[in-house]
């Protein structure tokens, strides 16, 4: 009878095929922008904007406390996950950016300026939220895997759950 390892990273990826369905959404959005009836479009930022301050923001701030330095250690690069913080910042800026679009939306239905410019940062946090997760499974995961114990890779997802629940309660408080 043949035996499965688990992969030591199997709980961020299985973490990654929860958010993957909701990163989805945002380019199904984008899509709807001018296609859909207001209240739908309204209905679908909300929907985006929530998922992104209290799951996905708490997730990339929980990458950079705990996952990142793990990544720098094992490869012996100091500083080698900076682009991929940058990301996260990047995630940030245009979640807040949604936010004020948002905040339009409640009060009228988009111009065609704001479409454009909805559009734009749904695309945006769409892509970039896509490529930075297939970067962490093809190029940091399968490094963690080979590189780290069982042991260390639950220590790390320890101090990632903290890290993502302390972001959590900043973001609520």
Avoid: C, N, W
């Avoid at 939220?129 to 069982?150: N, W």
């Amino acid at each position: 009878m043949a035996t499965t390892t688990r992969r030591p990273t199997e709980p961020l990826r299985e973490e990654h095929r929860g958010l993957l369905p909701h990163i989805e959404t945002l380019l199904t959005a984008a899509d709807g922008v001018d296609a859909l009836p207001a209240e739908t479009v309204r209905r679908a930022v909300d929907e985006a904007y929530e998922f992104l301050a209290a799951h996905l923001i708490p997730h990339a701030e929980a990458e950079d406390r705990a996952l990142y330095p793990v990544v720098e250690r094992v490869m012996g690069a100091p500083g080698v996950t900076a682009t991929m913080s940058r990301d996260h910042v990047e995630v940030e800026r245009l979640t807040a950016e949604l936010a004020r679009a948002r905040e339009r939306l409640a009060a009228q239905a988009p111009d065609a300026g704001q479409a454009s410019s909805l559009r734009r940062v749904l695309y945006g946090l769409y892509a970039l939220v896509k490529v930075h997760f297939a970067k962490e499974e093809e190029l940091y995961l399968p490094l963690l895997d080979e590189r780290l114990s069982p042991e260390e890779a639950r220590a790390m997802f320890e101090a990632m759950e903290r890290a993502a629940g302390e972001a959590k309660a900043r973001r609520r408080g």
